[in-house]
């Protein structure tokens, strides 16, 4: 890592945060405080659900392209029609893209007449700060890649 340049430190910092937060954390909370026909609840909805699945088609083709790349004597692959900095950058931009679409997704079906609370948890904010981290470092990496 000490090697590493400040594309690849971001591209791996966010995939790594995009991948904590869809196994791991809730994405997004809802409670019910009495409005709910006299009982109290709440609730918790992770990043695999819904258009979270857009995330995790993001972080694959980021940690496929990744793990390939890595093995160039035992994996070879064809000629790619942009440049593997394009497409972290892309796939950091569709990430990001899954969790804004998630949130809009469960936040808007919630019945409006009801005393319920949805709000996005530490996993929704980590998930997007590690999206928007993976498409930096695909931007630093083509910077870095144009400066050679």
Do not use: K, Q
């Amino acid at each position: 890592m000490g090697r590493s340049s400040w594309g690849e430190r971001a591209l791996i910092g966010g995939s790594a945060a995009v991948l904590f937060a869809l196994l791991f954390l809730p994405w997004l909370s809802a409670s019910c405080t009495g409005g709910c026909n006299g009982f109290d609840f709440s609730s918790s909805i992770d990043g695999v659900h819904g258009f979270g699945w857009i995330t995790l088609l993001g972080l694959l083709a980021v940690v496929g392209l990744w793990a390939v790349r890595c093995y160039p004597d035992r994996v070879r692959i064809p000629a790619l029609p942009l440049r593997d900095s394009e497409i972290y950058l892309i796939a950091g931009a569709v990430e990001a893209l899954g969790v804004v679409l998630f949130f809009f997704e469960y936040h808007g079906g919630v019945a409006t007449f009801l005393y319920v609370s949805v709000t996005p948890a530490v996993g929704w904010f980590l998930a997007l700060a590690g999206a928007v981290a993976t498409a930096v470092g695909g931007w630093l990496l083509r910077a870095e890649s144009a400066r050679r």
